[in-house]
């Protein structure tokens, strides 16, 4: 929607007052603090409000990328949020739509267009927003694809095909994740792992939108021999555990038996 | 003659060193009936060195500034050899040694030990262990992790709201109006130099103290179980007919520090994330508050007391109250009697205050 520059200057005032209104409120949430963006619409009702509360429950929200993070202006200047000079882009168009989230996605972007649904004709193609909404983004998972989402457009049967496809992968980068973050929570450093599950994760993710299930099954098998290859780093890891282990149980011994020894030591000069 | 011998002569011409021995070490004599409660001392200098020598070795590859802690850590941790077992030794032995402290404290509580004449010997072990507790503050700081940085964030914020002075405290804590790299250069400042420093020092008056004034005998296995001493003069207390420190109670010492040790590495290699949260892997991001940010276990009741009370003031009121208290003990308590069980009001006192910390503690770990 293009205001006139009337009304952007009214949106503007408005905008700038709720802020000041806010500023001077003593609670403010602590991830927000700052972010004008979210300090003003958050107060706002309706469809100038709602991308806020959506947002808070986001994978954006949880990875710390704000509103500029996407619709770019200044989120530190109430008075020049909004504006084009700050690099505030707005809402895009319907059939931009993959474009503004690919400048982030790249390989997603890639893949959806080279597939079906960039591809198909008529008006109406499906993307980004279609399935995974716009604000409430949450993190990727296999249950996206199902009936009555797919069934908007088309039958099932290929969506299925796909589903199935994947869903082995899916289960694996999964558990792969969890042994990672096991892994991490004992200070291991699992930075390179986690990079490498990161672009596999991408990956796989990429290859969903490219819903061709002859192109999934072939590359399924490259991304669980990387699966593997960290798989085996976690075991060298598990290995590396055993054996301090092993040294604590002999190191344990040694000091009890010391202990002992020093006391019937001790009772011989009672 | 053996070498040893000769190197010994050597030093007994010159220095007198047989001297020294006999009357710091076989002719230094203990109660009789002295039991294993004394030999807390001994490991906590034990574990006090531990974490003085692994401390000396973290700082070779720690780096403390703000944009580098974290990742030299994680290189401590996973590239450094042995650099694991230093680090995990020096957070073990932290938590160790206030536990051994707290039982230290405790066994000179229940055996009377604090009356007079040992007042000074009560009020210095005081300031060591409010000492140990500020040196255990500084160093949660210093690995730069969302652990460090908001808990030491929530710790600051409390300064704040003492009257008048609070917000300058807050500022001269931090060295800013937030945590931040200042604050890291000043928490290091005080956990490698400052604090250990102190430490030492009031170890040396400690033992001094101990020295000069006599080892208590424990109340327990005799007719007489109360204090003795008037006040009219100075008097050590001697033990005649006692046990020797050497090498009767040395035995007993090293003995209670190899039990400690086979703690120490039961938790080192079975369980050596006992004392990491989630939290303490990832690096500090002033930007994102973690959901759960709970204090090291002995500090969780304090933690669960400032919940307790609608405001933040009262609650560091009553605990302010509580330590000092505790600090001028031997100054309040001035009965003769020493036996735990001769003394019914102290008992209960003492019990109902260690149960209510563990119950706050308890209250505090799963709130």
């Known amino acids: 929607m293009i205001l006139s520059p009337g009304k952007r200057t009214l949106e503007k005032l408005i905008l700038t007052c709720t802020f000041l209104f806010m500023t001077a409120c003593p609670v403010v949430a602590a991830d927000t603090a700052g972010n ?119 039958s099932y049967d290929v969506a299925r095909q796909i589903k199935e496809a994947m869903a082995g992968v899916e289960t694996r980068i999964g558990m792969t994740e969890q042994r990672i973050a096991t892994f991490k929570g004992k200070g291991t450093d699992t930075s390179r792992l986690e990079q490498r599950l990161f672009a596999g994760r991408n990956r796989f993710h990429s290859l969903a939108h490219v819903v061709d299930v002859n192109l999934i099954t072939k590359n399924t098998a490259e991304i669980n021999a990387e699966l593997d290859a960290i798989d085996g780093a976690l075991e060298d890891f598990s290995k590396l555990e055993g054996k301090k282990k092993i040294i604590g149980a002999a190191a344990i011994v040694i000091v009890l038996a010391a202990a002992a020894l020093l006391a019937m030591y001790r009772r011989t000069y009672d | 003659m053996s070498i040893m011998r000769r190197i010994f002569r050597w030093l007994d011409v010159r220095i007198g060193a047989g001297e020294i021995i006999e009357k ?18 001994s490991i906590l200098l034990f574990l006090f060195a531990l974490q003085v020598v692994t401390g000396m070795l973290l700082l070779v590859y720690y780096v403390p500034d703000a944009d580098k802690a974290f990742t030299s850590v994680t290189a401590i941790m996973n590239r450094v050899p042995f650099g694991w077992l230093i680090r995990l030794c020096h957070v073990i032995g932290s938590n160790m040694m206030v536990l051994i402290l707290f039982f230290h404290m405790l066994s000179v509580l229940f055996m009377g030990s604090y009356k007079k004449p040992r007042e000074l010997n009560w009020l210095s072990g005081f300031i060591l262990f409010l000492l140990v507790m500020s040196l255990t503050l500084t160093g949660y700081l210093l690995p730069w992790s969302q652990l460090s940085f908001w808990a030491t964030t929530v710790t600051t914020n409390s300064v704040g709201v003492i009257p008048f002075v609070g917000q ?200």
């Open chain 1, 36 to 154: 004008v963006c979210v300090q003003c619409h958050g107060t706002l009702p309706g469809r100038l409000g709602e991308p806020v509360a959506q947002w808070r429950g986001s994978i954006h929200a949880a990875n710390g990328i704000f509103c500029n993070g996407c619709h770019g202006g200044d989120p530190n200047d109430s008075a020049n949020a909004m504006s084009p000079a700050r690099g505030f882009l707005g809402v895009p168009k319907e059939n931009a739509i993959p474009a503004f989230c690919g400048r982030c996605h790249v390989g997603v972007l890639q893949s959806y267009q080279a597939s079906a649904h960039a591809t198909a004709q008529g008006k109406e193609k499906p993307h980004c927003v279609t399935c995974h909404s716009n604000h409430h983004v949450v993190k990727a998972s296999l249950d996206l694809i199902n009936e009555k989402s797919c069934g908007r457009c088309h």
């Open chain 2, 168 to 367: 300058y405290l807050v500022e001269f804590l931090r060295g800013g109006v937030l945590v931040g790299p200042p604050t890291l250069g000043r928490f290091f400042a005080l956990h490698v130099a400052v604090l250990p420093a102190a430490v030492a020092l009031m170890v040396g008056v400690h033992l001094f103290l101990l020295k000069r004034v006599g080892i208590s005998a424990p109340p327990f296995g005799c007719a007489e179980t109360k204090n003795t001493w008037q006040g009219e003069s100075y008097r050590y207390e001697a033990h005649p007919g006692g046990i020797p420190f050497f090498p009767d109670y040395l035995l007993q010492d090293l003995t209670s520090i190899a039990v400690c040790m086979a703690c120490f590495f039961a938790l080192l290699f079975f369980d050596p994330s006992i004392f990491f949260p989630k939290d303490a892997f990832i690096p500090a991001d002033q930007f994102r508050t973690p959901e759960h940010i709970k204090p090291e276990w002995y500090f969780l009741a304090n933690y669960q007391t400032l919940k307790l009370f609608p405001s933040e003031i009262i609650g560091l009121a009553v605990q302010g109250v509580a330590i000092l208290f505790l600090a001028l003990l031997p100054f309040i308590d001035r009965g003769a009697e020493r036996h735990p069980l001769k003394r019914p009001l102290f008992l209960l006192l003492s019990i109902g205050g260690i149960m209510v910390w563990i119950g706050l503690s308890i209250w505090g770990h799963y709130s």
């Open chain 2, 24 to 41: 710091e070490l076989t002719g230094y004599l203990l109660p009789p009936n002295i039991n294993i409660w004394y030999s807390m001392g």
